[in-house]
Nanobody, 119 residues
Framework: QVQLVESGGGLVQAGGSLRLSCAAS????????MGWYRQAPGNQRELVAG???????NYADSVKGRFTISRDNAKNTIYLQMNSQKPEDTAVYYC?????????????WGQGTQITVTS
């Protein structure tokens, strides 16, 4: 299995910046994709930014140009740099890793970290 530990959440004013980190451990060699999701109260969990199995990145339209996902393979860590934050970015942010098994895919979630953006 893969374990994910997130850090970096908190309170920020609109227009400010935060960076999230997600450190992976365990069977990290099996990971195909990693990314960040978020869930606001009353909403479904949604993809914010992620790495595909081919190594490219994708972003939700709502964060393009403001958020950047990056990784440090030596540290088995991915990051989410969030700039120009808006109150609508307020949510619990989760890191996710997925890997393939015969006939299916499995995944792990981090514990989640709260981001609150005040206006």
């Amino acid at each position: 299995q893969v374990q994910l530990v997130e850090s970096g959440g908190g309170l920020v004013q609109a227009g400010g910046s935060l960076r999230l980190s997600c450190a992976a451990s365990g069977r990290i060699f099996s990971i195909n994709t990693m990314g960040w999701y978020r869930q606001a109260p009353g909403n479904q969990r949604e993809l914010v930014a992620g790495f595909t199995s081919g190594g490219s990145t994708n972003y939700a339209d709502s964060v393009k140009g403001r958020f950047t996902i990056s990784r440090d393979n030596a540290k088995n860590t991915i990051y989410l740099q969030m700039n120009s934050q808006k109150p609508e970015d307020t949510a619990v942010y989760y890191c996710r890793a997925e890997w393939a098994v015969p006939g299916s895919r499995l995944g792990s979630w981090g514990q989640g970290t709260q981001i609150t953006v005040t206006s």
